[in-house]
Nanobody, 121 residues
Framework: QVQLVESGGGLVQAGGSLRLSCAASGSIFTINTMGWFRQAPGKQRELVAVITNGGSTNYADSVNGRFTISRDNAKNTVYLQMNSLKPEDTAVYYC???????????????WGQGTQVTVSS
């Protein structure tokens, strides 16, 4: 079994900052790409940022320059530092990890349970 556990969400005023964390645990051989997605009420889930196991990153245009994704491979953890938050950043944030559980098995995608981020104006 593999679990992704997120933390760090909450309520913040516009212009403020939050840092999300997502730790993967369980039967893990390697973790490839890790990322953050978000889903606002009535909207589809969208990509926020991703990072490869080599450290290459990609961001949605809406967060580029304000959010920073990073990872600690020794801890199987991915982070999302969110600065200059706006009310339109309000959403449930989900982490995703592409994990190979054992040699010979294909990589599968796993999702966290989500953490609420609310930005007040």
């Amino acid at each position: 079994q593999v679990q992704l556990v997120e933390s760090g969400g909450g309520l913040v005023q516009a212009g403020g900052s939050l840092r999300l964390s997502c730790a993967a645990s369980g039967s893990i051989f390697t973790i490839n790409t890790m990322g953050w997605f978000r889903q606002a009420p009535g909207k589809q889930r969208e990509l926020v940022a991703v990072i490869t196991n080599g450290g290459s990153t990609n961001y949605a245009d809406s967060v580029n320059g304000r959010f920073t994704i990073s990872r600690d491979n020794a801890k199987n953890t991915v982070y999302l530092q969110m600065n200059s938050l706006k009310p339109e950043d309000t959403a449930v944030y989900y982490c995703k990890a592409d994990i190979r559980r054992r040699i010979g098995l294909p990589t599968s995608s796993y999702w966290g349970q989500g953490t609420q981020v609310t930005v007040s104006s």
